[in-house]
DNA sequence: GGTAGACCTGGACGC
DNA sequence: GCGTCCAGGTCTACC
């Protein structure tokens, strides 16, 4: 099966491709320069297919090798209007950022969109683990769980779909920790995998939820994992830029930025970008820094 | 509300 | 090859 799906203009899949490091993390597999990658994924009715993604005129083109129902492409498009943000519109924040000369360039490029996982979920088990961990760790442990819990692609069993809550609360702690190697995160996943399978927490209601910003990131610091950095970052995902993700590297760039590579806190980067308002998170996010000139 | 220490792993470094 | 140190956010206990 192959199909287009239409992007809100202007659409760049590369850029959404790019936006951040989750391309590098199971079951995502980039293929080549041009933004095209592929995704093996679990769809509700069990099947797990393999769906293969590249630039279009208007959009994406999807490729899908099996045989699907009408109800496996509705869900499948549903995905991907997610994960590539589609339908997002981010014109008010172009019209801003084109007079700003360090993020003149994302107009251009039409730069905005942050690649997302098809559930909740998995963002926020992702970014559980790129807490407190170098990136070789995220990319590790994120393989591992994939491998050794992830469902098999049929006609390529070595490759694995994201394991669903349920398949991640099947394991117990020791063997997170000690067999997927997840170290101190462990009871954390195995939380929330168990409140998701559960049905006592719905991630997916994050998506669509008309909550104010601050009301969601208090309900997604009540996760056990989830602090301050990793809540700004989920909410980046969930389409809300008004908080910071302020990390030791955003301390940095900020103080090469402003403060002539000098010690700072987080207050300073808080306060470089308060101007931005409802973007200060988008304006954060695509900065031209000068520490990376 | 703010702070110190613990958590776990991998990489860098010195020997 | 081995041991030590450090970086990377969040949690908990304590003040």
Redesign the pocket.
């Known amino acids: 099966m192959q199909i287009e799906l239409p992007a809100r203009l202007p659409f760049s899949l590369p850029a959404v491709v790019r936006s951040h490091g989750w391309i590098q993390l199971a079951p995502f597999e980039s293929l080549g320069d041009l933004g095209a990658f592929r995704y093996v994924d679990l769809l509700s009715s069990g099947k797990v297919v393999e769906l293969r993604l590249n630039p279009a005129p208007s959009g994406v083109s999807l490729s899908v090798d099996a045989d699907l129902l009408p109800s496996d492409t509705e869900e499948i498009q549903g995905k991907l209007t997610w994960m590539l943000g589609l339908d997002q519109d981010f014109s008010d924040f172009y019209a801003l950022a084109s007079r700003e000369p360090k993020l003149a360039y994302i107009v251009k490029q039409a730069r905005g969109r942050i690649l997302r996982s098809p559930t909740f979920f998995e963002d926020v088990l992702k970014t559980i683990l790129t807490?407190?961990?170098?990136w070789?760790?995220t990319k590790?442990m994120v393989s591992a769980l994939v491998d050794h819990l992830g469902s098999p692609l049929p006609s390529d069993p070595g490759c694995r779909a994201f394991p669903s809550p349920a398949q991640v609360a099947s394991l117990d702690e020791d063997a997170l920790?000690?067999t997927i190697?997840l170290?101190?995160r462990a009871p954390y996943v195995l939380e929330l995998a168990r409140l998701v399978s559960g049905g006592a927490l719905d991630l997916e209601a994050f998506k669509t939820s008309d909550l104010p910003t601050h009301e969601l990131r208090a309900q997604l610091?009540a996760?056990?994992?989830?602090?301050?950095?990793?809540?700004a970052n989920l909410l980046m995902l969930l389409g809300r830029y008004d908080y910071l993700p302020v990390?030791?590297?955003a301390i940095k760039v900020v103080s090469h930025e402003w403060y002539e590579g000098q010690p700072i806190g987080p207050s300073q980067v808080e306060a470089a970008f308060e101007p931005w308002g409802e973007w200060k998170g988008l304006a954060y996010w695509f900065w031209d820094w000068v520490y990376l000139k």
């Open positions: 807490t407190n961990t170098a070789g760790g590790r920790r000690n190697r170290g101190y610091l996760i056990k994992g989830v602090g301050g950095y990793a809540a990390d030791s590297w």
